[in-house]
């Protein structure tokens, strides 16, 4: 290993405004569309209430993307939330991010996605599902089941990352081609669905905004309960500002993919529930999980539901491709900085990417997918996630307070009225979680703050690379390379 010379190449900026807007689209649509629209309407009054919610959610989305859009204008550094909440609020608050995001947020999230492509694939060839157990592991006092399933999400991982590790080009045109086919997917099931379906629903727009008898204030409590699901099901939307050090012209791109990919994603998900609304009653659609399957066999009888499965499971593997693609980014922010593993911080010499970081992340999803961990672990970190949005948010404030002179090339569009409303909304959306789940959110905040005695240790350990001549506005060490 040796360090470079400050005019050593380091990424390389590949990603047109295309790929950033396809990223972000891809990052977003995976399984949660499919999912989550019943669990949204179980507790709303009438269907175009839930109409109102996933707009709402689109708008919010919106606003944190106008805020992200000009701090990754203002750096355009590998790492995203890392670089901002570090030049917004210190070291240790960026570490303690990236801690929760690498620990539990991320890949816990990723060993989500990646069972449940297993589960959706299980129900094409049995053998690989996760009812399938294949190894039973022993040991004094426990035993742990071990499903073909649970194999098939870590070698998904693997295989993708190995992917990835080939260069951005090879991730990113893995990634167009997953996201072409997942917007013609779904535009194909909104045209057929609206045009030749059957409609049993049809008469749900016949009185759109019945409040059932409930007062205005009542919907209060119903109305933040579905939030709190739309919000996570537009989750992702940042993944261009973790990669804004392999984007071409990000000053422009960057703005312009956010904004692009999240009014994207909200048309998309407004007019699939559209669909939902045209093929079940709205009293159908309540409270049912695997809503999209059950729509697609009121549209099209039971020869629909084996290809809706069929695009679900694509979805989530592009949406898996997606997430492990930029994660590794923050990784690689946080390990040049010296605050955590040395060999995150390297690139590859033929590939240019962070490949320690790919293989870290991919290592430690993999093991969550065999420990059947993730899904408690993300649940009881993810309330963490909407501190760091909020933060996020107020990083526009602080730093236009702290650095007034430093070159904007994007402005948030209505500021301070947008990014006030995303800190507040996340922070709204924080403490509902907080109140109707506190044993978790308790559970969750001990696990961050194991962050700090980890932060502690590396920082009394290795000692940061010294900053490269372009780098010594953001205070971050140079690249290595492999």
Same mark, same amino acid.
């Given at each position: 290993?040796?360090?470079?010379?400050?005019?050593? !190449?380091?990424?390389?900026?590949?990603?047109?405004?295309?790929?950033?807007?396809?990223?972000?689209?891809?990052? =977003? =649509?995976?399984?949660?569309?499919?999912?989550?629209?019943?669990?949204?309407?179980?507790?709303?009054?009438?269907?175009?209430?839930?109409?109102?919610?996933?707009?709402?959610?689109?708008?919010?989305?919106?606003?944190?993307?106008?805020?992200?859009?000009?701090?990754?204008?203002?750096?355009?550094?590998?790492?995203?939330?890392?670089?901002?909440?570090?030049?917004?609020?210190?070291?240790?608050?960026?570490?303690?991010?990236?801690?929760?995001?690498?620990?539990?947020?991320?890949?816990?999230?990723?060993?989500?996605?990646? =069972?449940?492509?297993?589960?959706?694939?299980?129900?094409?060839?049995?053998?690989?599902?996760?009812?399938?157990?294949?190894?039973?592991?022993?040991?004094?006092?426990?035993? @742990?089941?071990?499903?073909?399933?649970?194999?098939?999400?870590?070698?998904?991982?693997?295989?993708?990352?190995?992917?990835?590790?080939?260069?951005?080009? *090879?991730? =990113?045109? *893995?990634?167009?081609?997953?996201?072409?086919? $997942?917007?013609?997917?779904?535009?194909?099931?909104?045209?057929?669905?609206?045009?030749? /379906?059957?409609?049993?629903?049809?008469?749900?727009?016949?009185?759109?905004?019945?409040?059932?008898?409930?007062?205005?204030?009542?919907?209060?409590?119903?109305?933040?309960?579905?939030?709190?699901?739309?919000?996570?099901?537009?989750?992702?939307?940042?993944?261009?500002?973790?990669?804004?050090?392999?984007?071409?012209?990000?000053?422009?791109?960057?703005?312009?993919?956010?904004?692009?990919? #999240?009014?994207? #994603? *909200?048309?998309?998900? #407004?007019?699939? &529930?559209?669909?939902?609304?045209?093929?079940?009653?709205?009293?159908?659609?309540? /409270?049912?999980?695997?809503?999209?399957?059950?729509?697609?066999?009121?549209?099209?009888? @039971?020869?629909?539901?084996?290809?809706?499965?069929?695009?679900?499971?694509?979805?989530?593997?592009?949406?898996? &491709?997606?997430?492990?693609?930029?994660?590794?980014?923050?990784?690689?922010?946080?390990?040049?900085?010296?605050?955590?593993?040395?060999?995150?911080? $390297?690139?590859?010499?033929?590939?240019?990417?962070?490949?320690?970081?790919?293989?870290?992340?991919?290592?430690?999803?993999?093991?969550?997918?065999?420990? /059947?961990?993730?899904? %408690?672990?993300?649940?009881?970190?993810?309330?963490?996630?909407?501190?760091?949005?909020?933060?996020?948010?107020?990083?526009?404030?602080?730093?236009?307070?702290? @650095? !007034?002179?430093?070159?904007?090339?994007?402005?948030?569009?209505?500021?301070?009225?947008?990014?006030?409303?995303?800190?507040?909304?996340?922070?709204?959306?924080?403490?509902?979680?907080?109140?109707?789940?506190?044993?978790?959110?308790?559970?969750? %905040?001990?696990?961050?703050?194991? /962050?700090? !005695? *980890?932060?502690?240790?590396? $920082?009394?350990?290795?000692?940061?690379?010294?900053?490269?001549?372009?780098?010594?506005?953001?205070?971050?060490?140079?690249?290595?390379?492999?």
């Amino acid at each position: 290993m040796k360090e470079l010379a400050p005019s050593s !190449p380091g990424f390389l900026r590949r990603l047109s405004l295309v790929d950033t807007a396809f990223l972000v689209i891809g990052a =977003v =649509v995976g399984s949660g569309i499919f999912m989550t629209p019943g669990l949204v309407a179980a507790g709303l009054p009438s269907p175009g209430l839930l109409l109102a919610v996933w707009i709402a959610g689109g708008l919010i989305t919106l606003c944190g993307a106008l805020s992200f859009a000009e701090l990754g204008a203002m750096y355009p550094r590998a790492g995203g939330q890392y670089i901002y909440l570090r030049e917004a609020y210190g070291p240790t608050a960026a570490f303690l991010f990236g801690w929760g995001f690498f620990g539990f947020i991320m890949c816990g999230g990723l060993a989500a996605l990646a =069972v449940a492509f297993a589960e959706f694939l299980g129900g094409f060839c049995p053998p690989l599902s996760t009812e399938n157990t294949i190894l039973l592991i022993r040991g004094p006092g426990f035993s @742990h089941p071990v499903s073909a399933g649970q194999a098939v999400a870590a070698s998904a991982i693997l295989l993708l990352t190995f992917l990835n590790s080939l260069g951005i080009r *090879a991730g =990113v045109a *893995a990634q167009n081609l997953l996201t072409l086919l $997942r917007l013609g997917s779904v535009a194909a099931l909104v045209a057929l669905g609206a045009l030749f /379906g059957a409609k049993a629903g049809a008469g749900n727009f016949q009185a759109l905004f019945s409040t059932g008898g409930a007062g205005f204030s009542a919907l209060f409590g119903p109305v933040g309960l579905a939030l709190v699901a739309v919000y996570w099901t537009y989750d992702g939307w940042y993944a261009v500002n973790c990669t804004a050090e392999e984007i071409r012209d990000p000053e422009r791109n960057i703005p312009r993919g956010l904004i692009l990919g #999240v009014l994207a #994603v *909200a048309a998309l998900y #407004v007019l699939v &529930n559209i669909v939902y609304l045209l093929a079940l009653p709205f009293e159908e659609m309540k /409270g049912v999980t695997r809503i999209g399957e059950r729509a697609a066999i009121a549209l099209f009888g @039971h020869g629909g539901a084996a290809l809706f499965s069929a695009v679900v499971m694509v979805s989530i593997f592009g949406c898996l &491709n997606a997430n492990l693609l930029y994660g590794p980014r923050v990784y690689y922010a946080m390990a040049r900085d010296g605050s955590f593993f040395r060999s995150m911080g $390297r690139l590859s010499v033929r590939f240019r990417v962070p490949t320690g970081a790919l293989w870290g992340q991919a290592i430690w999803a993999s093991v969550l997918c065999l420990s /059947g961990t993730y899904q %408690a672990l993300y649940e009881y970190m993810v309330f963490a996630l909407l501190l760091f949005f909020a933060a996020t948010g107020g990083a526009v404030f602080v730093l236009r307070r702290r @650095h !007034p002179q430093k070159e904007r090339p994007y402005r948030t569009w209505g500021y301070p009225v947008v990014p006030l409303v995303f800190i507040f909304m996340s922070l709204a959306v924080f403490l509902n979680i907080v109140i109707s789940q506190p044993l978790k959110a308790l559970a969750g %905040a001990a696990l961050l703050g194991a /962050g700090f !005695p *980890a932060y502690l240790w590396w $920082r009394a350990r290795i000692r940061p690379r010294p900053a490269a001549a372009d780098e010594k506005d953001t205070q971050e060490p140079q690249n290595l390379i492999e």
